[in-house]
């Protein structure tokens, strides 16, 4: 069980190797000639596996950007001029430059309320280190400072969304020639000094405050930078931000596995005995016969549904007893730590992205909430109103960014519900989702969407440490629910 999981995770580490050395070689932090500190170190420094590190180097290797050969350091082989360089960035930034500010927004409601709990939970030894880092005054040493900050939430979730905006934004990556371009040089010396001082006074609200002004000067002056710079960006193809974390293979299978569990809870499946046939639903979705039967048997082992002789797959819609999740699939195990890690990523950022759905455009958002609750309740679907105000963000959202992400919170939400399905009464909270229906849906009458974010935040505190601590009792390790993120990818920066 371990072992296999462990493998998943060391592919995905591997994949965020290669990508952040990719883009670092193509921006020119890594000019051709230059050599990559040696495995062992790169892999002491990130906190992977020598083979880990390995991996990811054979396929720079193999796509022609580095010399890699036992016994010898490792050099940058691929060459570009200045020009060509210059022409990778803007090609790159100009097929995302409309997600930048889009996403800057959705990273202000999602990320910082979980960079100041980071900062609450450092210690002193914690920010005498985040102090040597702010002292450097290198913009490719903020990812640095970021993750470090958002490690102390051992939330493996969290530290893949950050890298996957992270990523996504690239200017953060770029040095050299490119540096007075793209950032406020006043702000990336003096914020982190200031975010520090914030810490120490334990001024968390003056805190995140610091945190959008800095962020908001220096997104504006790479878009500022960037739209001179890409006077045709008009005319090129947009890239979304997609938030990714399955990057090995069965990507396709757990995404779908997610929309099939949403559509027998809350879709077409949702009045179903049994499931469409293999060829019927691989013509639906469009994949594979293959693909589709190794999809159902995600679900199966999660307990949604289960395969009947002679009849076909039988489903276990909302309300039902179904069958117990499998404990010792590990993809069952980690997409049910996933579940847990999305209720405290839940936590900390329902206030900002209700405010930001509820809270602007007047009270038609607020009105069409509740009429949705108030349909859930009274139809005896009270129990999955959480997951009536997920998709409802989800759907109103002025931001493309967090649409995309409370999606995929959703879509992990899905594979939770098994659990208390298939014992009722486990999760002790069948009272409380009651209560927080009928709590709602009063905040909205009275337009008072603070208190309908606080009925948010209340019901997902009350069912996290239930969670965690049912998973324990079904043979899950802390070190699976509460992972700590081994990745320092900047340490390897040379």
Known sequence: MGGDGR???????????????????????????????????????????AETVKLALRRLRDEGYIDLRNGRQTRVIFRQSDAEAKAYAIDYFAKRMYSFQDLCQSAELILFPMLVEGLRRADEADLAYLSRLAGKEKISELPHFFGFILKKLKNALVMNLFWEITFFWGFLFLTGYAGPYYHSRCALEEWPKRVLVCAARKDWAQLEHDLWLFQHDLIAAAIAALQKAVPLMGQTEQIPFVWRIYRERPQICYSLASRLLHEIYLGEYRTARYLPSYEKMAKAYHVSVSTMRRTVNLLRQVGAVRPINGKGIRIFTVGERGAAPNFKDPAIRRNLSFFVQALELVIYSCEGVTRNVLGTGGTENMDALRHELEACRDTGLGGISLWCYLIFMVIHSRLDGIREIYATIYGLFLWGYPLKASFPGVSGVDQAIADFADTVICRLKAHDVEGCAQAVKGLVTQQLPIAEAYLRSCGLQPEELRPVPPLQLTLGGG
């Open 7 to 49: 493998l998943r995770n060391e592919e995905h580490f591997s994949d965020l190797i290669y990508e952040f050395f990719l883009m670092r070689i193509r921006f020119q932090y890594y000019q051709y000639g230059a050599t990559l500190p040696p495995v062992d170190l790169l892999s002491q420094q990130i906190g992977v596996s």
